[in-house]
């Protein structure tokens, strides 16, 4: 059974930096595609940033490019957003979500990925 559990969201002064987990069970990591989105109060979900396996293909969002890394750790089954110089527009929940193989051109895209974690809110206020 696939489980994703996003741990790290809190309330941080613009400017700031937070670090997201997300703690993966019942995938082969070293394979599939984990990726973050995130949703804003009466916004649609949108892809942040998604990592995959098989070639450790890497794709970020245009608003958060230079100021967010998504990585993995394998051997703890962990996948991590570290969210630098933070800004009001990045206050949302966070969802960490999973697919076995995505194509390069949809590796951001909702309908890619079955599985999803429960979320986690950042804030970003003064």
């Known amino acids: 059974q696939v489980q994703l559990v996003e741990s790290g969201g809190d309330l941080v002064q613009p400017g700031g930096s937070l670090r997201l987990s997300c703690a993966v069970s019942?995938?082969?990591?070293?394979?599939?595609?984990i990726a973050w989105f995130r949703q804003a109060p009466g916004k649609e979900r949108e892809g942040v940033a998604s990592i995959r396996g098989m070639d450790d293909r890497i794709l970020y969002r245009d608003s958060v490019q230079g100021r967010f890394t998504i990585s993995r750790d394998d051997a703890k089954k962990t996948v991590y957003l570290q969210m630098n110089s933070l800004n009001s527009e990045d206050t949302a929940i966070y969802y960490c979500?999973?697919?076995?193989?995505?194509?390069?051109?949809?590796?951001?895209?909702?309908?890619?990925?079955?599985?999803w974690g429960q979320g986690t809110q950042v804030t970003v206020s003064s």
């Open positions: 979500a999973a697919a076995r193989v995505v194509v390069g051109s949809k590796m951001l895209s909702r309908a890619s990925y079955p599985f």
């Open positions: 019942g995938f082969t990591m070293d394979y599939d595609t």
